[in-house]
């Protein structure tokens, strides 16, 4: 196991960047949204706070269609080949898959109450069901396997290879394949509220407490574990090399093999979110203002009139970001 105490390389106040962005479009909608925008394929799927997910032309923000549902919808979508995957909570508690073109139904699955984010691979679709995990076929939603836990799973990803992750809310991780009734790893990783993603054969752990931590997909055997200092407030973005982690009021860039922290940036205000462009950060903050950042330098492109409601979403040039003004807004770097 490798611990990272290279000091941090803030990159704050340092403007070399000469990046910046113009609004190209934007969608008003009838809530603000708890979850960020899904781009796939040319189009933006928004699970709004009005109890509707709008599926829009990426290009120029056109309403393809719409669909309500009876309970606002706290994640967004996860999108596969022709489909959408969606959960929907109390009162209705159903896993829905939904034709990317027009919204229609493929199938529809009873769930229950307290279902994270589904997770979607080749075949399966994964998702937590208070102290399990239960899959169901991708095309039919057939239930296929269940994986049960200690406590309740809070989250579920796609690893790659067949095999999904699936962590609870004390800290455990496991990793974990349709049809068998066990996981083929599990492990305490960090303390408190934790968020994982899969990358390159490893899975990268975010702890509330402030810990990141890298385990090997295949065993559990742990890579490394980083103390960040302050606590971790969001999903890492891997990117290459380099994994990108949000805290409360910093970004870090950590080194994926090592887990050394090669530079972090603080852009002064509380972190909402981050999203990866071609190679820079992008951090939308609770005061509405969005930057770009790189280990040389940092600046705001934009600001929004109101606060930033969700992390920002990257596709080709654009960034999508959310405000408490009930709107999606897309701009264009030049």
């Known amino acids: 196991m ?34 960020p925008p899904l781009v796939a394929e040319g189009r933006v799927y928004y699970a709004a ?19 309500r549902f009876k309970a606002p919808l706290p994640e967004a979508p996860v999108s ?93 991780v496991a990793a974990c394949l349709p049809r068998d009734a066990e ?22 752990v975010a702890g509330a407490s402030g810990e990141m931590a890298s385990y090997d997909l295949l065993t559990g055997d742990e890579y490394w574990r980083t103390e960040l200092g302050e606590p971790l407030t969001g999903a890492p973005v891997a990117s290459g090399d380099e994994i990108f982690v949000p805290g409360r009021r910093t970004v870090f860039t950590c080194d994926a093999l090592t887990g050394e922290i090669l530079w972090a940036f603080e852009p002064g205000g509380n972190v909402v979110g981050a999203a990866v462009h071609r190679g820079r950060v992008v951090v939308a903050c609770e005061d509405g203002r ?22 920002p979403a990257a596709a080709a040039d654009l960034i999508l970001a959310t405000d408490g003004e009930k709107r999606l807004l897309c701009f264009k770097f030049e």
């Open 49 to 67: 706070g009005d109890k509707k997910l709008y599926a829009l032309r990426l290009e120029d923000g056109s309403e393809l269609w719409s669909r």
């Open 80 to 172: 596969a080949g022709d489909y959408v995957y969606l959960y929907v909570p109390h009162p209705e508690g159903r896993i829905y898959a939904l034709r990317a073109a027009d919204g229609k139904n493929v199938w529809r699955g009873r769930a229950g109450p307290g279902v994270v984010k589904a997770a979607v691979g080749e075949r399966a679709v994964a998702v937590g069901h208070g102290e399990a995990v239960v899959f169901y076929d991708r095309l039919s939603g057939a239930e296929e396997g269940k994986v049960r836990f200690d406590e309740n799973v809070v989250g579920a990803a796609y690893a790659g290879d067949g095999t999904f992750l699936a962590w609870t809310g004390g800290g455990y």
């Open 183 to 204: 996981p083929l790893w599990r492990t305490r990783a960090v303390v408190g509220g934790v968020y994982v993603v899969a990358a390159s054969g490893r899975a990268y």
């Open 290 to 311: 969005v930057y770009a950042a790189t280990a040389e330098g940092s600046e705001e492109i934009f600001k929004l009139e109101s606060y930033a409601a969700t992390a």
């Open 2 to 35: 490798i611990v990272a105490v290279a000091a941090l390389r803030y990159n704050r106040g340092v403007e070399l960047l000469t990046a910046t962005a113009v609004l190209i479009w934007s969608f008003k909608v009838g809530a603000p949204a708890d979850a």
